[in-house]
């Protein structure tokens, strides 16, 4: 029974051009939801976070948005570098000093330039 | 200021054998924690360690235990291997009491249990 799904396994994107990465959960006590980056041969690397008392956060290029109430958070890159190119994860917690995430299976983003 | 490091990068295990896997937590944490990541699927947390003591766990039987020793390095043993154990281990380090966001990760040991 998966909590946390990423239904699309994998996104092509042409570079200059708006990636969105989709995430869903099913536990609603899920108040804090991370996403993580990893390319290959390398550890899953922390990129954006949002706490459930927002529906928004942006740094730089990213911003994650959360609709508490379809229990769905989506990713935005804006815009998309060939760089970008990579598995993202999103992961969520009940609590934000827990130490149990919940990861989903993971999205590839493929940037094309 | 040092990153999270683990050994060996590779590993070939037969069933029944044991295995254990070491981390070195990045510079000034005290909190590692170890994740299972099976192909195809995100990482699934096994357990947390803090202070040298188990500080929560998920969903993994007995036979995976872990360690963490006064310098905050750590390792994962498991004994009794299964083919369905092997996958990418990841450890995580970070200072307890900050936010979830600052876990730094490892690359990975990755298992394979023939």
């Known amino acids: 029974d998966q909590q946390v799904k990423q239904n699309s396994p994998s996104l092509s994107v042409q570079e200059g051009r708006i990636s969105i990465l989709n995430c869903d959960y099913t536990n609603s006590m899920f108040d804090y939801f991370l996403w993580y980056k990893k390319y290959p041969a390398e550890g899953p690397t922390f990129l954006i976070s949002i706490s459930s008392i927002k529906d928004k956060n942006e740094d730089g290029r990213f911003t994650v948005f959360l609709n508490k109430s379809a229990k769905h958070l989506s990713l935005h890159i804006v815009p998309s570098q060939p760089g970008d190119s990579a598995v993202y994860f999103c992961?969520?917690?009940?609590?934000?000093?827990?130490?149990?995430?919940?990861f989903g299976p993971g999205t590839r983003l493929s940037v094309l330039p | 200021e040092t990153g999270v490091t683990q050994s060996p990068t590779h590993l070939i295990k037969t069933r029944g054998q044991q295995v254990t896997l070491r981390c070195s937590s990045q510079?000034?944490?005290?909190?590692v924690s170890w994740y299972q990541q099976a192909l195809g699927q995100g990482p699934q947390f096994i357990f947390q360690y803090y202070r040298e003591e188990e500080n929560g766990r998920g969903n993994f039987p007995p036979r995976f235990s872990g360690l963490q020793f006064p310098n905050y390095s750590s390792e994962l043993n498991v004994n009794a291997l299964e083919l369905d154990d092997s996958a990418l281990y990841l450890c995580a380090s970070s200072f307890q009491g900050t936010s979830t966001d600052t876990q730094y990760f490892g690359p990975g040991t990755r298992l394979t249990v023939l």
């Open positions: 510079s000034g944490h005290n909190t």
């Open positions: 992961a969520a917690s009940v609590e934000d000093y827990g130490q149990n995430f919940v």
